[in-house]
């Protein structure tokens, strides 16, 4: 028999099913956000059509895509497309069917151009082609009048297009390490752009343009071939960052003194010294000037308030002006690597002071003042001609490193107290102190190296001595004999020459001469009485007998000319000889009787 329900079961169990299918249909349709990033995806998912009503956001980057399929710009309702760090070389046209998109990367990839007809994505707002091979640009980009960032970076772009104006929108334009080396005119009309980027680029001359931005508030022109920078760059009443690091500039302008800036880089240049203006930047708080040639500072450099870090490393400071005193917002102040000889007591007002650090430079004392630094932290001195330390500094509680030396193993160590021998007030010192060889831990940089420097070593002897040499006494060299076995070969060629000529008569007193291979060097007379012996050396009589290719020395005289060895088995019993050297015993036989 069925089974059968109450019509009002029946019409809950309906409303249920019902409910459990609608919200399996709402799970689905509420997906927005897609994430496929690093997949090792070789073609993009088919399951991404599911949901086309309503994704938002897509995220295929860092893949292996090389190409987008038609049905991925089916979904009308994306805002947002990630396709960075894939290997796309085109975009296709029909990007202009995403009239919701408001974000567009594309950078890492190869692509060489972008279609025109991107112009239709209205609604977007930043696109990124950064390391792309883009050598142009093309004129729909220009029409995407709601941009507000577009990142250039890495490119081969050498110019941007002449209606580039269009964009009135922009507020960030990056263009780092490009080929660019002009700006179009129409660059003014960004009245809105705050940040740009040129860094890493070709210019020469401080692009004129420039001041015409009202809104800038960032500019970075580091990494360029600037020779100067333009007087009227105080017309950029709103700059706050500016890095001109990296170039060929031998001064800046006085005008700087008017701008507001909060940052200021221009290290590794060729400045010689501020302009006395630059201390009317009380707005000022980091000024970075590493790797110059800066020889003094202003007077007033105590006006700069606000400053917060100082970095002067790499210099020719010889003093510091008693005014930085006034400069109690400092931090972090760096002098490493100048030619600094005292440090003025006002340096004690510095309470805000945290890193101090005076690396290789040419102090020999330090002021007392320095123990007033209540909030320092890391003090370097290493590299220095410092015989002792202030008293004072057992006051600095929160010194957490105090470097003396570059291969100090501990950041701090103990001290001893001591009585100055001159003054007689109470110093520390320690195992590091005095401080004697700086050198060793000098590192000069570029253009930093001066006459007085440059140490000439080639009137310097130089000598080499052994353990055992004595120094006090000259010594000249000397040779000495050859050793066994060269020598008592030869001696054992010699007694073969007799034992070969048995018709001759044996001299009492005969002479031994040197050949031209020096194989004949033994004594002059060879005693012909039954004394001969003692004159040769037993040990080499008996290294010669344990050679096999030495004959076997005759024990007496008359064994001496009985012995029959040819001269022509010489060859054959010495294969160690040349025949040249054989010519000579057979020369040296011939031309002396014995």
């Not at 772009?157 to 129409?186: D, Q, S, Y």
């Not at 990494?223 to 500016?242: E, G, H, P, R, Y």
């Not at 203006?277 to 006006?303: E, K, M």
Request: charged share 20%; hydrophobic share 35%.
């Amino acid at each position: 028999m069925p089974l059968t329900f109450p019509s009002s079961v029946a019409k809950k169990v309906r409303l249920a099913l019902l409910h459990k299918c609608n919200s399996s249909r709402k799970r689905r349709d509420d997906i927005t956000t897609v994430d496929y990033s690093h997949g090792n995806l070789s073609s993009v998912p088919e399951d991404i059509l599911q949901y086309e009503n309503t994704l938002e956001e897509l995220n295929l980057g860092a893949n292996c895509l090389q190409e987008l399929p038609k049905w991925l710009f089916q979904c009308h309702a994306l805002r947002q497309l990630i396709l960075s760090d894939n290997e796309l070389d085109c975009l296709p046209p029909s990007i202009s069917s995403l009239t919701s998109l408001e974000r567009l990367d594309l950078s890492r990839n190869d692509l060489v151009a972008l279609p025109d007809n991107i112009r239709y994505c209205k609604q977007l707002t930043s696109v990124d082609c950064s390391s792309n091979r883009l050598e142009r640009l093309c004129e729909g980009l220009t029409m995407l009048v709601n941009l507000h960032e577009l990142y250039l970076n890495d490119t081969l772009l050498e110019f941007l297009p002449g209606n580039f104006g269009r964009l009135t929108e922009l507020k960030i334009l990056e263009m780092r390490a490009t080929r660019m080396r002009l700006l179009p005119v129409t660059l003014p009309k960004l009245t809105k752009l705050e940040r740009l980027d040129l860094g890493a680029n070709s210019f020469i001359e401080f692009p004129n343009v420039l001041t015409n931005l009202p809104s800038l508030q960032e500019l970075w022109l580091d990494s360029n071939k600037l020779i100067s920078i333009d007087n009227s760059i105080d017309q950029l009443k709103n700059l706050t960052f500016l890095d001109l690091s990296q170039n060929q500039l031998t001064e800046l302008p006085s005008s700087i003194g008017h701008c507001k800036l909060t940052d200021l880089h221009v290290s590794d240049n060729f400045l010689t010294t501020f302009p006395e203006t630059i201390a009317n930047i009380t707005t000022l708080q980091i000024l970075t000037a590493n790797n110059n040639q800066i020889d003094r500072l202003p007077n007033n450099i105590g006006n700069m308030s606000s400053l917060v870090e100082l970095h002067l490393s790499f210099n020719n400071l010889t003093l510091i002006p008693p005014s930085i005193g006034l400069l109690h917002r400092l931090q972090f102040l760096a002098l490493d690597h100048n030619q600094i000889q005292s440090i003025p007591a006002s340096i004690g007002s510095c309470s805000s002071l945290s890193v101090f650090s005076l690396r290789s430079n040419c102090l020999t004392q330090l002021p007392d003042e320095i123990g007033r630094l209540s909030s320092l932290r890391v003090l370097n001195v290493s590299g220095n001609f410092l015989q002792y330390l202030p008293f004072t500094l057992l006051k600095l509680k929160n010194l957490q490193a105090l470097w003396m030396n570059e291969n100090q193993a501990k950041p701090l160590i103990a001290f001893e107290q001591e009585r100055h021998p001159s003054t007689g007030q109470r110093v520390l010192t320690c195992i590091l102190l005095p401080q004697t060889d700086p050198s060793m831990n000098r590192y000069i940089s570029k253009n930093r190296f001066t006459t007085e420097q440059i140490i000439d070593y080639s009137d310097r002897l130089t000598t080499l001595r052994f353990a055992n040499d004595t120094i006090d006494e000259p010594h000249n060299l000397v040779r000495n004999p050859t050793p066994y076995p060269k020598e008592m070969r030869a001696f054992a060629n010699i007694l073969r020459n007799y034992n070969h000529n048995k018709q001759r008569p044996v001299p009492q007193s005969p002479k031994k001469y040197s050949s031209s291979s020096n194989l004949l060097m033994v004594c002059d007379d060879i005693p012909t009485d039954e004394t001969w012996g003692e004159h040769i050396n037993s040990a080499s009589i008996g290294s010669m007998n344990a050679d096999p290719l030495c004959c076997p020395l005759a024990q007496s005289h008359d064994e001496l000319l009985c012995s029959t060895s040819p001269l022509g088995e010489i060859g054959r019993n010495r294969p160690d000889l040349l025949p040249g050297q054989i010519n000579d015993i057979d020369e040296n036989k011939s031309n002396h009787s014995f």
